[in-house]
T-cell receptor, first 117, second 116 residues
């Protein structure tokens, strides 16, 4: 069984640029959630995708956007990067609650470390 | 709105000693509860979860946690820690019904440092 993978591992961008982060969900999982973990903080929920549609969003501005593809992989896009966007971005996959095997358990990838200079 | 408070930002402990990492939550609805561990430069790994049933939950690596509804707590315990338990531990909750199902609200984390 393949776990959650994320790419790239590390990324350095300049303020004002745009970035795309990628996530492949665990086999059998059709829900992907994205989290931002700033240094010394717990992860904060950005948004969740289910069946290629946004299925919930945290307190993040519209310049944070996402996509989910038919194979359930996902992208996180951030436009007009700011210094405070520097963080570890975590992707997690799960089966939806109520489905067979669904239990709200999320499986996390290793993360992408984004540094904005 | 839900929130999670981890009462200790750092917990130093000697090897083979017991440890308790404290977690309190606030929510107007029923919740599921989780503990995750994060080793340096890695993602999060699920230690254990409380969904329903017995309030004492056993997880991986010898950890256990007890759900206390009246005190809105979900403290993590291990009777004897190892050097390899050194990591950061996160308590998290998610809504039990409706809304953005499955999105987790995390505490700020507790760094467990096990000394020889």
């Amino acid at each position: 069984e393949t776990g959650v993978t994320q790419s790239p591992t590390h990324l350095i961008k300049t303020r004002g640029q745009q970035v795309t982060l990628r996530c492949s969900s665990q086999s059998g999982h059709n829900t992907v959630s994205w989290y931002q973990q700033a240094l010394g903080q717990g992860p904060q929920f950005i948004f969740q995708y289910y069946r290629e549609e946004e299925n919930g969003r945290g307190n993040f501005p519209p310049r944070f956007s996402g996509l989910q593809f038919p194979n359930y992989s996902s992208e996180l896009n951030v436009n007009a990067l700011e210094l405070d966007d520097s963080a570890l971005y975590l992707c997690a996959s799960s089966s939806p609650a109520g489905s067979s095997g669904g239990s709200y358990e999320q499986y996390f990838g290793p993360g992408t470390r984004l540094t904005v200079t | 709105a839900q929130s999670v408070t981890q009462l200790d930002s750092q917990v130093p402990v000697f090897e083979e000693a017991p440890v308790e990492l404290r977690c309190n939550y606030s929510s107007s609805v029923s919740v599921y509860l989780f503990w995750y561990v994060q080793y340096p430069n890695q993602g999060l790994q699920l230690l254990l979860k409380y969904l329903s049933g017995s309030t004492l939950v056993k997880g991986i690596n010898g950890f256990e946690a007890e759900f206390n509804k009246s005190q809105t707590s979900f403290h993590l315990r291990k009777p004897s820690v190892h050097i390899s338990d050194t990591a950061e531990y996160f308590c998290a909750v998610s809504e039990r019904y409706g809304g953005s199902q499955g999105n987790l609200i995390f505490g700020k984390g507790t760094k467990l440092s096990v000394k020889p």
